[in-house]
């Protein structure tokens, strides 16, 4: 197999040591210790001649969207401290199979979340629980898009705290799990990933103190999701 090139990255954004590639499905954030599968770090290692590289907020790999990158130990510090204080935005867009009669009002979904190591599945933890950790998900009804595979919600999802699989498993306890994820979801004919995507990043560079917005579109359309039908 050949090895991924860097130019591959789509970059969004780079300014004073801080990047935001648009990671496509099926590409790791980050490798793991010993591990050979290509990751958006080791590529951009590649492709900035640079050491010191950081993905600030992991996705998934088979989650497409914007991921923020750091190239320097100040920046990722200033932009861990600046997520870590609510001072910065992460919106997504979600497919999800969902009743006909879901309304439109924002709603927060808060359920503390376990995840078992062995397995890398999460799951809402017990009452009392001691090992939940808080977790907070706002969902805002964007469309609803009828199709052979039932009535879908196109959602857009903002995590107010960054659980591993937090949309994903908030969306199942919700009653609106995502299309296409083999761990929480709804599988669909021809779909091979699940439905969410990363579309929007607002946050402030925190050398420059430039205000920042960057987007990305769901890499797919209305027209496909009225074709959606069961496996």
């Not at 197999?1 to 040591?17: A, F, H, I, Q, T």
């Not at 939940?132 to 706002?138: P, Q, V």
């Not at 990363?198 to 960057?214: C, K, M, S, Y």
């Given at each position: 197999?050949?090895?991924?090139?860097?130019?591959?990255?789509?970059?969004?954004?780079?300014?004073?040591?801080l990047?935001?590639?648009?990671?496509p499905a099926g590409?790791?954030?980050?490798g793991g210790p010993g591990a050979r599968a290509a990751n958006v770090v080791d590529l951009a290692r590649?492709?900035?001649g640079r050491d010191a590289v950081g993905v600030l907020h992991r996705l998934d790999r088979n989650v497409s969207g914007l991921v923020l990158v750091s190239l320097a130990h100040d920046v990722a510090e200033g932009m861990s401290r600046a997520f870590a204080e609510g001072r910065g935005e992460r919106r997504y867009e979600?497919?999800?199979?969902a009743p006909r009669a879901l309304g439109g009002e924002a709603r927060v979904i808060e359920a503390p979340?376990?995840?078992?190591?062995r397995t890398n599945l999460v799951r809402v933890a017990a009452p009392g629980e001691p090992e939940?950790?808080?977790?907070?998900?706002?969902v805002v009804l964007r469309e609803r898009v009828q199709a052979p595979l039932g009535w879908l919600a196109v959602l857009d999802c903002w995590p107010l705290t960054g659980r591993s699989h937090q949309i994903r498993v908030h969306l199942a306890h919700a009653g609106m799990p995502l299309v296409g994820d083999p761990k929480y979801g709804v599988a669909a004919r021809g779909v091979s990933r699940p439905l969410?995507?990363?579309?929007?990043?607002?946050?402030?560079?925190?050398?420059?103190?430039?205000?920042?917005?960057?987007?990305?579109?769901?890499p797919w359309s209305t027209e496909l999701l009225r074709g959606l039908r069961r496996p």
């Open positions: 197999m050949s090895r991924p090139d860097p130019s591959s990255l789509v970059v969004g954004y780079e300014r004073d040591d990047v935001a590639i648009d990671k590409l790791l954030s980050q590649r492709r900035f979600a497919v999800a199979k979340l376990v995840k078992d190591a939940a950790k808080e977790a907070r998900t706002s969410l995507h990363a579309t929007e990043l607002v946050f402030v560079h925190p050398r420059t103190r430039e205000p920042v917005r960057l987007s990305s579109r769901p």
